[in-house]
């Protein structure tokens, strides 16, 4: 298993191109900025976090945090021979580890009623990174949906000469809250975003590949179905 640098989302969507060396959250920016780490064996936190996850039934969550956990990327959601890292949150301090704060230069007031947020990276057969992704708790249903209106604002103003909007893929199979966009970089690399929302979960995938991210966004949208509405506010 391959060791991943954190990061957030925010500095995902905002890279030009993931061939891009000096970015720190696209799938393959990671791995460049990863490589003196990318022999060292996984560790315990991330290992015992991802274990978690992939052990925790969606339907018997009993607080908003571990419904963000078991709506996390597993291997599950993923294309055969693919994997993931977990990347904790040290210490859970989400204070300096902003995951839409910035995006297109827009403010995310949102951000700060966060509880818990469990980054996820997939990997293909080779290590590379393919798939970065965040499942997020809100102190409450209103602000998860706040955080996706917020996304569609960002969104909405951020056209630039390194990336063009073109049609998004369809949101059939997720959440009845999501936000799916897909622009074409520069250098001519697709980038799909999946935002999704029920209750006070948010879940969020970011990838190059269109089908590969729907189909891992759709899988999680499954397990959010499962969750209680009551522990969520759905």
């Not at 994997?83 to 700060?112: A, H, I, K, R, Y």
């Not at 622009?183 to 209750?199: C, E, K, M």
Request: aromatic content about 4%; hydrophobic content about 45%; some cysteine.
């Amino acid at each position: 298993m391959r060791l991943l640098a954190p990061f957030t989302l925010a500095a995902a969507l905002l890279v030009t191109s993931c061939s891009d060396t000096d970015g720190d959250a696209s799938p393959a920016a990671t791995s460049t900025s990863s490589t003196p780490a990318a022999t060292s064996p996984e560790p315990a936190p991330a290992e015992a976090e991802e274990s978690a996850a992939a052990a925790l039934d969606p339907a018997a969550v009993t607080s908003p945090d571990q419904a963000a956990l078991a709506s996390a990327l597993r291997v599950a959601d993923l294309p055969e021979g693919w994997d993931v890292q977990s990347n904790p949150v040290e210490d859970g301090d989400l204070s300096d580890n902003p995951s839409f704060e910035g995006l297109c230069e827009t403010s995310f007031p949102s951000e700060v009623r966060r509880t818990a947020k469990f980054p996820v990276v997939a990997v293909d057969e080779t290590g590379a990174p393919q798939l970065t992704s965040e499942s997020i708790s809100y102190d409450g249903a209103d602000a998860a949906a706040q955080a996706l209106a917020e996304l569609r604002t960002a969104f909405a103003g951020c056209e630039s000469a390194d990336r063009t909007f073109v049609t998004p893929p369809s949101a059939e199979g997720l959440t009845a809250d999501s936000v799916v966009v897909q622009y074409q970089l520069s250098s001519g690399t697709p980038q799909v975003i999946v935002a999704q929302a029920r209750g006070t979960v948010v879940s969020v995938v970011i990838g190059d590949d269109p089908d590969a991210t729907l189909s891992a966004a759709r899988s999680i949208a499954a397990r959010m179905a499962q969750l209680p509405a009551a522990v969520i506010g759905a």
